[in-house]
């Protein structure tokens, strides 16, 4: 729960620098614009120049706010699960081609919690190796 908070924070300062969010300056008179701030918006951006501290969990954070809205979009019927059907009508092509092991609870439908705890699964897996 707390990498969540620090993430999100982390991505509120991140889309606060990339607006040109103001700082006072050392008087505290005129504004100056942040400096040397590092830029999220590009995703291709080479990850030599991504701030290490914050840079792997807010890509992740906003990779997983990126499958949410095309979780959401897939969702026709708007009962916040997929089926198979709507997965593989939306392009969903990992949903489908995983919808047995994404669906541990054998419902014949996933949660986009259902989805996280997969790809959670896999990473400690792919680590663990």
Same mark, same amino acid.
């Given at each position: 729960?707390?990498?969540?908070?620090?993430?999100?924070? /982390?991505?509120?300062? @991140?889309?606060?620098?990339?607006?040109?969010?103001? /700082?006072?300056?050392?008087?505290?008179?005129? =504004? +100056?614009?942040?400096?040397?701030? =590092?830029? %999220? @918006? #590009? =995703? %291709?951006?080479?990850? &030599?120049?991504?701030?290490?501290?914050?840079?792997p969990i807010l890509l992740r %954070?906003?990779?997983?706010?990126?499958?949410?809205?095309?979780?959401? &979009? &897939?969702?026709? #019927?708007?009962?916040?699960?997929?089926?198979?059907?709507?997965?593989?009508?939306?392009?969903?092509?990992? !949903?489908?081609?995983?919808?047995?092991? !994404? #669906? /541990?609870?054998?419902?014949?439908? +996933?949660?986009?919690?259902?989805?996280? /705890? %997969?790809? !959670?699964?896999?990473?400690?897996?792919?680590?663990?190796?």
């Amino acid at each position: 729960m707390k990498l969540l908070q620090s993430a999100v924070l /982390t991505a509120a300062a @991140a889309v606060m620098l990339q607006a040109g969010a103001q /700082t006072p300056g050392a008087d505290g008179a005129a =504004p +100056v614009l942040a400096r040397n701030a =590092p830029s %999220y @918006a #590009d =995703p %291709y951006q080479r990850p &030599a120049l991504r701030d290490a501290a914050s840079g792997p969990i807010l890509l992740r %954070y906003q990779s997983m706010q990126k499958l949410k809205k095309r979780f959401d &979009a &897939a969702d026709l #019927d708007g009962n916040g699960v997929l089926s198979r059907d709507e997965a593989r009508a939306a392009g969903l092509g990992f !949903i489908d081609k995983n919808f047995d092991h !994404i #669906d /541990t609870a054998q419902r014949g439908s +996933v949660s986009f919690d259902d989805l996280k /705890t %997969y790809l !959670i699964q896999r990473r400690e897996e792919a680590r663990s190796r």
